[in-house]
């Protein structure tokens, strides 16, 4: 048996070991438009593992863990670079080879970029290590880091996001509500209220899905219609031009829920991404505003060219920023909804077209007495389908009311 390298075991120890740090901690770090570290927090430093001479002047990548796949870094860089800011959870290493995971908020500014992280405690961290460890696994396979990238964005619309901005809104969502659970403390009117108008878009999304279902279960019906008025020659004419009737019906509520759901330019796609975007920006100006409440009362020994007063200005600009881009989620969430509202008075006009026509169904099966069986199965059916469609659509209308509702109560507080 070969004898074990005692200096390599407690090598590979180290390095599949985490290095803990506190809910309440927050990293935070500002490098130049390369990625050379110009500053940090003490919080950053000490769970890196490096010394300040070490970070200082060193590209951040000096805390990157190799079980990192690089399709997420491509992502980020070319987010970045176009303006955007990222929010993604990370794996870093530190100099003895432990790792540790954050959730980072990442920002360009004029010269550079600034990064806030806390410390995950959701379930998404989960789902997330998951993707990771495929990219990883396709990445050592050959595949590029673009091609990489894609694979991930694939694998979290399998999930359910509409794209990876959907992803990190939830995310950080998750993880700031997750993080003041943990420290006893309330969410703030703010990202309550995107919260709450978050969860109603998803509810509407539910919704809309089970009307359409419901609409499915009904398109049969005027092909069976028309079979019966065949077998009723000269008698079946009324029943033929409600079945004509029946299928414009349907196809006018189907083009509805197309424009309505289907597609990136839909009304609803359009209004739940402003409403993420919103929650994303709310809690990202929470997370910044936390930070620099500890710029300013943290003590502790920093380095000379590290000025934890300008560190908080720079985080306040940026703070700025984001109420800025709230504002307008919000202007986009308010015309939204405004569409919103009028496309769902369409559908009800739609109903009340249908009503009118399952009536005269109903009719026409009270005066057939030999067919009138068949018939009277097809408006039983018309009547649980189109008792369903009324709920959901109700449904939707009070969901739409708690989003305008919020939306109002939003403007008075940024």
Request: glycine residues 6%; aromatic residues 8%.
């Amino acid at each position: 048996m070969t004898e074990l390298n005692p200096q390599f075991t407690a090598e590979a120890k180290a390095t599949s070991s985490e290095a803990l740090f506190q809910v309440s901690e927050l990293f935070y770090s500002r490098t130049d438009d390369r990625g050379v570290i110009q500053s940090g927090n003490n919080i950053f430093q000490r769970v890196s593992g490096f010394e300040w001479d070490e970070l200082l002047g060193a590209p951040h990548k000096i805390v990157r863990n190799p079980d990192m796949p690089k399709g997420l870094f491509e992502f980020m860089w070319g987010q970045l670079k176009a303006g955007h800011t990222v929010g993604a959870y990370v794996k870093n290493r530190r100099k003895d080879g432990r790792f540790y995971w954050v959730f980072a908020l990442v920002s360009k500014t004029s010269d550079g970029y600034i990064s806030t992280r806390m410390k995950p405690s959701s379930e998404l961290l989960k789902t997330i290590t998951g993707i990771y460890q495929e990219m990883l696994a396709e990445e050592h396979k050959g595949m590029s880091p673009k091609a990489s990238a894609e694979f991930m964005h694939k694998k979290l619309i399998g999930l359910g996001y509409m794209n990876y901005s959907a992803f990190q809104a939830t995310a950080i969502a998750a993880e700031y509500e997750a993080r003041s659970r943990n420290l006893g403390r309330p969410l703030d009117q703010l990202q309550k209220r995107f919260t709450d108008m978050s969860r109603a878009i998803e509810q509407v999304q539910t919704e809309t899905t089970e009307m359409t279902e419901a609409f499915k279960a009904i398109r049969t019906v005027p092909m069976n219609m028309r079979i019966i008025a065949s077998r009723l020659e000269n008698a079946g004419g009324p029943i033929s031009a409600i079945s004509v009737n029946y299928s414009q019906m349907l196809e006018e509520m189907s083009a509805w829920v197309s424009t309505f759901v289907d597609g990136e330019a839909c009304v609803f796609a359009r209004i739940r991404e402003a409403i993420l975007q919103g929650q994303f920006l709310g809690f990202a100006m929470a997370l910044e505003q936390e930070m620099i409440e500890l710029f300013k009362s943290q003590g502790g020994t920093y380095p000379e060219n590290i000025d934890l007063d300008e560190e908080a200005k720079n985080l306040d600009s940026m703070r700025a920023k984001y109420l800025d881009q709230t504002g307008d989620a919000l202007s986009s969430v308010e015309n939204e909804a405004k569409r919103f509202g009028r496309s769902v008075l369409d559908m009800k006009r739609y109903v009340t077209g249908l009503s009118s026509t399952r009536m005269m169904c109903k009719i026409e099966s009270a005066s057939l007495s030999n067919s009138g069986t068949a018939l009277s199965g097809i408006v039983d059916q018309l009547d649980a389908c189109q008792n369903e469609i009324e709920q959901r659509l109700a449904r939707i209308v009070e969901l739409n009311s708690v989003i305008q509702g919020n939306t109002s109560m939003l403007r008075s507080l940024i």
